[in-house]
């Protein structure tokens, strides 16, 4: 082939240009996943993206949609035929539902494109799963909401724990069968867990209660107010103390001598009726119902919100059973939530694909940024109606949960089948592209730190300035991601 050199070029920077050309056409692009668009590019650059614009904010609705109708009361029936708590039904159940885009992402990237967009899409998720959820919840609240310190606690535990082990075998960036099937068996024990956890609780309450236990608890208790009294003057009543004692509750004890009223709950007696726990379902979806769907008061908007939301709703009439009416049917009720769910989050990832290629995103961006915010809108969207419904455990057990199952099942059953395929099958030990997966790693890691510190320094709390020190935990964890992938001079020069 002919050479045209232009004036002042030279042979090596002729060569640097193809070498970088060369490295830049190995690096997977994620707008190669999906299929191709209705639009070329020019197309879309001269107003054609708006149409793309739309359906992503459609898709917002219809998740919405489901979960709030849908997904939401199916799990509070699980949560009433199993007797679990709301914190449990969240790191299991619903993180289950929430975690199929990126099983399925990483399914095709095993298996078909052989690439590594389903680790960048878990590790994102990871990190937005674990405060860009915990920021929207806290933004969205309209009171603050205590949360429980066990659950938090527990799940960060697990999900630290998770993330540790998927460094150590992807350190030398070779999977081979034995490392997948840890992760999977570590699966299933994390499922053993959660269900056998209130034995453990059950311990720890009775160690609380032993006599011990409640004398000392007495007696910091009497040293506390014979401090404040002198500090304060203030008047010692032995009504308050008796009011406080006489409940058990050492937490109100250690807190003596403030008001403590107990947070509004739901409270929900099981009964053998099926009318009566649908009646149940109904209650406990109703604050639900009037903060998410408050429309607006004009006539004409309302006609044009139910307009543009009819088709949602005769879809979702017509393929999934409503189990606030039909409480028999709640198991398909979950079952085809998680296939919309799951439908729509495909489609949504490739309207964001679209658009990032659009307006010239860099794929490494797109990875870390925007895949990563469309796995997870589900999580976002039950995180902000729990929050204005008051369900602080299944907000934060519902992300950790979910980022859990993302390492331990979407990454290490594709790769356990993988590896145990024969070579005819073009099965065997996976071989990962990426080098950063190490410090990825660490920056979830992190993201679990600052989620915790942030819950210490708002005395577990979760209100706006949570949600809001969430958000600028968020901006660095990411902005660290970023700055690392662009470290290496292969990338930058794409």
Not at 268 to 290: F, H, L
Request: include cysteine; proline fraction near 4%; glycine fraction near 6%.
């Amino acid at each position: 082939h002919d050479v045209f050199l232009n004036p002042g070029d030279d042979l090596n920077s002729i060569a640097s240009k193809n070498s970088s050309q060369s490295v830049c056409e190995k690096i997977h692009h994620s707008i190669y996943e999906f299929p191709p668009d209705f639009f070329t590019k020019e197309q879309r650059r001269n107003g054609a993206i708006v149409i793309h614009l739309l359906v992503v904010v459609y898709g917002f609705i219809f998740i919405s949609f489901i979960c709030h109708g849908y997904f939401l009361p199916s799990i509070f029936c699980i949560c009433l035929d199993l007797g679990i708590s709301s914190d449990v039904a969240g790191a299991t159940f619903m993180a289950t539902a929430t975690c199929t885009s990126e099983l399925f992402v990483n399914i095709i990237g095993t298996f078909l494109t052989e690439s590594d967009i389903g680790v960048g899409t878990v590790v994102g998720s990871g990190v937005y799963n674990t405060l860009g959820v915990s920021a929207c919840a806290g933004l969205a609240t309209n009171q603050a909401i205590t949360m429980e310190k066990w659950p938090l606690i527990r799940d960060s535990g697990i999900y630290v724990t998770a993330t540790s082990v998927l460094a150590a075998i992807a350190i030398d960036n070779v999977i081979v069968w034995y490392e997948a099937l840890v992760m999977v068996v570590m699966y299933f024990g994390y499922f053993l867990f959660l269900f056998q956890q209130h034995k453990l609780v059950k311990t720890v309450k009775e160690f609380k209660n032993e006599n011990q236990f409640r004398t000392w608890t007495l007696v910091f208790v009497h040293l506390k107010q014979l401090f404040l009294n002198a500090l304060f003057c203030k008047k010692f009543t032995t009504d308050e103390f008796q009011y406080i004692t006489a409940h058990n509750s050492y937490s109100n004890a250690y807190h003596y001598g403030t008001e403590c009223q107990s947070p509004p709950t739901i409270k929900i007696t099981t009964t053998s009726s099926a009318s009566s726990k649908s009646d149940q379902i109904s209650s406990m979806i109703e604050p639900i119902t009037s903060s998410h769907s408050t429309l607006p008061d004009n006539v004409l908007l309302l006609k044009i919100w139910s307009i543009l939301c009819l088709p949602i709703t005769f879809i979702l009439l017509v393929t999934i059973p409503d189990c606030k009416t039909n409480r028999k049917f709640y198991p398909l009720t979950f079952i085809m939530a998680i296939v919309w769910i799951s439908v729509v989050m495909y489609i949504l990832s490739w309207m964001l694909t679209i658009c990032g290629d659009t307006f010239r995103i860099s794929d490494i961006i797109m990875g870390i940024g925007i895949l990563a915010i469309g796995s997870s809108i589900p999580e976002v969207v039950s995180g902000i109606i729990n929050a204005r419904r008051g369900e602080g455990a299944m907000i934060i057990s519902s992300a950790l949960g979910s980022n859990t199952m993302d390492i331990l099942l979407c990454l290490g059953l594709p790769w356990l089948v993988k590896c145990l395929l024969p070579g005819s099958m073009n099965g065997g030990p996976i071989r990962l592209e990426t080098n950063n997966l190490f410090f990825n790693c660490m920056c979830m890691i992190a993201s679990v730190v600052i989620l915790i510190a942030v819950a210490i320094v708002c005395e577990f709390q979760l209100h706006r300035p949570f949600g809001f020190l969430c958000l600028i935990g968020l901006i660095v964890v990411i902005s660290m991601l970023i700055i690392n992938v662009f470290k290496d001079p292969r990338t930058a020069r794409c």
